[in-house]
């Protein structure tokens, strides 16, 4: 049976598809006055350099490339300044039969690129790229924290130390304090009590007591001192994250505070 070719409307003069990997970058240009060629560059800054100088020399003004992994960013941030990149999802391209090797993908990206028939991701501008790794990187310090106070939950549970039973926050200022008197040594559990009570606790002085009374040993101490000092450190960190964030969102203050008027957004929500 006779195949009929099916030609596709061409909407962009000049493209290149790229195919994108750990190693290496293989990318096809096609288009008005340009011979359809496939090159593959490793993945080092001086060859995406020798891409970006290719591309330019040849007019390519549009670029796709797929969203794989992470692997497209280091790509993406060289070339950014220069062609206006589509980043595409690889689900998008991958479901076509008969391409079986990474010429292939980027010469049918390019393809579809230049057809107009391909929908890039949304991509923030890379002041927004950064405040996003910062955000991120916070939400990973607090996590940590979060974890740190956990274990020390478990510590103080393994040494039958019992205050989670008779306060209802371990990391408030009276448990705090407790907690550190044993880590210090105090065995006058009575004074100890009396220098941190007030009378808003909800539980008694006898009932801290037989709380803190348990076989904290020193090595239990030492495992609570490490776990006190990590949280003191990633909180340090949290401080300085902040206030690079804070210089990086100058720009948007206005936006901030009317973001922040909506009911339940706080400054880190907006």
Known sequence: MEQNTIEFEQ????????DVHKETA???VRGKGVKTETRTFST???????????????????IAMESTGVYWKPI????EDAFKILLVNARHLKNVPGRKTDKGDSRWICKLLISGLLNGRFVPPENIRKLRDLSRYRSKLTGQIASEKNRMQRILGDANIKLSSVVSDTSGVVATKLIDGLIVGRKDLDVLINECYHGKLSASKEELKKALTGRFTAHYAFMLKRMKAHIVYLESQIVLIDEEMDNKLAEYNKQLELLQTIPGVGRDGA
Do not use: P, Q
């Open 11 to 18: 909407v962009i003069e000049r493209g290149c598809g790229i």
């Open 26 to 28: 293989v990318a096809t």
């Open 44 to 62: 080092f800054t001086s060859s995406l350099k020798d891409m970006k100088e290719w591309l330019s020399s040849i007019g390519i003004t549009h």
């Open 76 to 79: 993406f941030n060289i070339l």
